[in-house]
């Protein structure tokens, strides 16, 4: 039972979230049906040969066509697809909106300008996608050529045998790192790393003036902000070195909780670091917010920041124990599973 239960495991974890439990019980229903009233485990790596790789028999369930690239490299075409593409398209309008707001045309009504900025936005975004969708793409082909073929054998699955089920770590599904979890990571650091360096455009105070949307003061120094541009890169870095040790582990483990512990301190203190600097707040924005609160600007800073670090601080505690909660999960999973698929089993036989 313990090979079956690592076998239905690994297919399982090549299906959709919502398919998981219903193909994985009919899984087991099906190899132990294969198998004889009183069998061994050579019977069991028997049926498990015959079925073959998990991951190829998954792919029969799903009703995704693996012939784009071909079926060695078409996961991690897939992959880098889901993560480039996205993240250079908000690259790209968040460098729009920088680039327009500075140089915006007063004269125009908010319809012309929001048309103007729709179309310009639509190119980009097109010209960006288009670009990336066909760097990747020929990267991987041209990878898929000059490489040694192995027939229709996904890369990450090539040569399977049943041998490999014994060295395999199940990982539960809560204990497991997803991808849309590594990619809306790598998502909100692109969002914060494009508005610090486009601060003095982005990030202010909006009025209307005239019926219009203008930027009126931003709320950041940005010559003091660019100051700093080799911290927030190194914290960039770390951001990215951590996304890549979750998806090279696959799992929430001790060491991620560490690696994640260690990049949420070097942020939290940066933040702490730069929003304690004399001159970080343009003085405009502040007499304009201490008269709109009808307060002193010394005030208002010690306010606004003492809130600020604290609401950082608390969301890195929060996001290093929902790591750590994750750490601690059992890796085996399958035992109630078994208990539900012999009622099962009972109950079609009454």
């Known amino acids: ?9 690994e297919l ?10 219903k193909i994985g019980n009919e899984m087991r229903l099906m190899i132990e049906g294969m198998l004889p009233e009183e069998y061994g485990e050579q019977d069991v790596e028997r049926v498990l040969t015959e079925l073959g790789n998990p991951a190829i028999v998954a792919s029969k369930f799903g009703i995704r066509r693996m012939n ?54 639509i190119a980009r975004v097109l010209f960006v996608s288009i670009l990336s969708f066909c760097g990747i793409t020929i990267i991987i082909s041209i990878l898929e050529r000059i490489t040694p073929k192995n027939g229709s054998v996904p890369l990450a699955t090539a040569q399977w045998t049943t041998d490999e089920l014994r060295n395999t ?48 003061l931003p709320v950041l120094n940005q010559n003091v902000l660019m100051t700093w541009w080799m911290l927030i890169t190194m ?16 799992q929430w483990t001790k060491k991620v909780v560490l690696f994640q512990a260690g990049h949420e301190i070097l942020t939290t203190a940066s933040i702490i670091f730069l929003f304690t600097r004399p001159t970080i707040f343009n003085k405009d924005f502040l007499v304009y917010m201490a008269n709109a609160f009808n307060t002193t600007t010394e005030r208002f800073v010690n306010n606004s920041i003492f809130w600020f670090l604290v609401l950082s601080i608390l969301f890195s505690l929060l996001t290093v124990y ?11 999973l399958y035992y109630k599973v078994n208990e539900r698929v012999q009622f099962i089993k009972n109950r079609g036989s009454l």
């Open 12 to 21: 399982q974890l090549c299906l959709p979230a919502r398919k998981r439990e």
């Open 235 to 250: 914290i960039i870095m770390s951001e990215v070195a951590l996304c890549m040790y979750k998806l090279f582990e696959g």
């Open 169 to 216: 770590q199940m990982i539960s599904i809560k204990k497991k790192v997803y991808k849309s979890h590594i990619f809306s990571r790598l998502i909100l650091m692109t969002l914060w790393a494009t508005i610090y360096f486009n601060a003095d455009h982005l990030l202010g105070i909006y009025e209307y003036v005239a019926g219009e949307l203008s930027f009126v």
């Open 68 to 121: 784009l690239i071909g079926p060695r490299y078409f996961d991690m075409y897939c992959t880098l697809l889901k993560i480039i593409v996205p993240v250079a398209v908000m690259i790209t309008c968040i460098s729009m909106l920088a680039d327009n707001l500075g140089t915006v045309d007063h004269t125009l009504s908010m319809t012309d300008l929001s048309m103007l900025l729709l179309g310009e936005g």
């Open 1 to 9: 039972m313990r090979l079956i239960d690592k076998y239905v495991h």
């Open 322 to 332: 929902d790591a750590w909660k994750k750490a601690q999960l059992p890796s085996q």
